[in-house]
């Protein structure tokens, strides 16, 4: 599977804005799609974001629908998500993951998974 390894959580006040990345090693990055999910505390991992090999199409969760953008460099293996507007209900470890399947369902099996980022957002 791929090596995936997530930057850019950090602690940020409400309102304001990250940018996190996920860079991807050991296999061809261009031959999965990828996806954020997020997982907070007490909460089961939920779907964030996804996005296909060629970066044609995105999918995204209602919950962040117009403040947070999926996009991907195949050229620099790098996967990125642009939070803005961010809420106190947006506080979660963020994790990157990869799937060899078509498409960029958020069902796909995704088979490859980073350590996670932690994203804080303060009142």
């Known amino acids: 599977q791929l090596h995936l390894v997530e930057s850019g959580g950090g602690l940020v006040q409400a309102g304001g804005s990250l940018r996190l990345a996920c860079a991807a090693s050991g296999r061809t990055f261009s031959n999965y799609a990828m996806g954020w999910f997020r997982q907070a505390p007490g909460k089961e991992r939920e779907f964030v974001a996804t996005i296909t090999r060629g970066g044609g199409t995105t999918r995204y969760a209602d919950s962040v629908k117009g403040r947070f953008t999926i996009s991907r460099d195949n050229a620099k293996n790098t996967v990125y998500l642009q939070m803005n507007s961010l809420k106190s209900e947006d506080t979660a470890i963020y994790y990157c993951?990869?799937?060899?399947?078509?498409?960029?369902?958020?069902?796909?099996?995704?088979?490859?998974w980073g350590r996670g980022t932690q994203v804080t957002v303060s009142a």
């Open positions: 993951a990869g799937s060899t399947d078509w498409g960029a369902s958020p069902t796909n099996f995704f088979d490859s």
